[in-house]
């Protein structure tokens, strides 16, 4: 592979889901041994959600899918290896994994998975009601290692209020508020930042997001006039038009490197269902929620100083009624089949790949 190729499988491989759209990896590919290095940018990744190695692992998990379905549509087949040794989302990673590459002699076609790769778009509006029987979670759950994935139907309303709550989170701490809402773009091709258009929001709807961007001290007057209820509206509005979800959770006593490979197998059931037409809007914070209590110590509550809340009480009381125990969930996707298709203005970008991929002479 050379550096034309290499700069075109990046190209479409740079897509990957990340917390805040933060982007924290940068690119490394040595043409001599033919093996892309990730690296990790700790000062990219500063944000309220980055304390352990969960938003890391997704987000390295689900670039590495990325990477993998680029480079098999060029007929290349991978090898992984990985460098958590000592690894702390607080400092610099150098090669925190290397992708070493071959041609393949048999390539199969993956024009599927490559097709739904460069639809990527994260719909967060309202999804269709109705029957979900293209979703086996039983074939999902067989290409499985690390992980179990459980497909929620008609939520209950108490299911659905506490996700909708917990998207609402932002309210409970300001720390937290502000890092999310900082990260929403409103330029017309952001680069770095969530386009506001991709919330599924008018214009007026994000308008306190502007303001709150410009001045801090509007976080605290649209707290006060009752901010959090009317996100709650909308958010249940979201949460009970089709009233399902995908819920992802890590087998027991999983290390770093097992985690996110768990989520390069979670990221392909994602591609695999957007063949289809489903549509995806993660719920992160629901998913930090319900680990509060198998992560008593580095948990979202005490990272982001978030004040004491029934959230707390309404976690265990989901724990026993989705029947998860005491496992650590992964992720949480609100599922369903989107009324309208976002349009290109709603697509995430991402930086050009001048400034991720570099090459090692």
């Keep these: 592979m050379d550096k034309a190729l290499a700069t075109k499988v990046i190209d479409t491989a740079r897509f990957y889901m990340s917390g805040d759209n933060c982007q924290p990896f940068r690119y490394r590919f040595n043409i001599a041994t033919q093996t892309f290095h990730i690296d990790y940018l700790a000062d990219k990744a500063k ?3 980055v304390y352990d190695d969960y938003t890391i692992s997704l987000s390295l998990g689900i ?9 098999q549509h060029h007929s290349y087949n991978t090898k992984l290896s ?20 071959a041609k393949d002699k ?10 739904s790769l460069l639809q990527r778009i994260t719909n967060r509006g309202i999804y269709q009601t109705g029957s979900f029987d293209d979703v086996d979670v039983n074939q ?5 290692t690390y ?6 139907l008609d939520g209950s309303n108490k299911t659905l209020d506490f996700f909708a709550s917990c998207d609402c989170a932002v309210w409970l701490s300001k720390r937290l508020g502000l890092d999310i809402m900082n ?9 770095v930042g969530l386009p506001w258009r991709n919330l599924g929001l008018s214009a007026p709807e994000v308008f306190p997001i502007k303001l709150i961007q410009l001045h801090h001290s509007f976080y605290d007057l649209f707290k006060a006039l009752g901010a959090a209820f009317m996100m709650k509206l909308g958010q249940r509005k979201l949460w009970n038009s089709a009233k399902s979800a995908l819920i992802f959770t890590y087998n027991e006593n999983l290390n770093t490197e097992q985690k996110t490979i768990a989520s390069m197998e979670m990221a392909e059931c994602m591609l695999q ?5 489903y549509a995806f809007q993660p719920s992160t914070l629901s998913a930090e929620m319900l680990n509060v209590t198998v992560k008593s110590d580095n948990n979202l509550i005490n990272t982001t100083a978030m004040k004491h809340t029934s959230l707390i009480a309404d976690s265990k009381t989901q724990r026993e009624t989705l029947g998860i125990g005491q496992a650590e969930v992964q992720w949480i996707l609100r599922l369903g089949k989107p009324i309208n298709i976002m349009t290109e203005e709603s697509k995430t970008n991402r930086l050009p790949v001048s400034t991720i991929l570099s090459f090692d002479e």
Excluded: W
């Design 47 to 49: 944000h309220a959600l």
């Design 63 to 71: 670039l590495l899918e990325y990477l993998q379905v680029s480079l």
């Design 82 to 101: 990985f460098n958590f040794i000592n690894f702390s989302v607080f400092r610099d990673q150098l090669s925190v994994c290397a992708v070493k590459i």
């Design 106 to 115: 048999n390539p199969k076609d993956y024009s599927d998975l490559y097709s």
């Design 140 to 144: 999902i759950n067989q290409k499985l």
């Design 147 to 152: 992980s179990q994935c459980m497909l929620l």
């Design 183 to 191: 990260s929403v773009s409103f330029m017309k091709n952001p680069v």
């Design 273 to 277: 269902l957007t063949q289809i037409g």
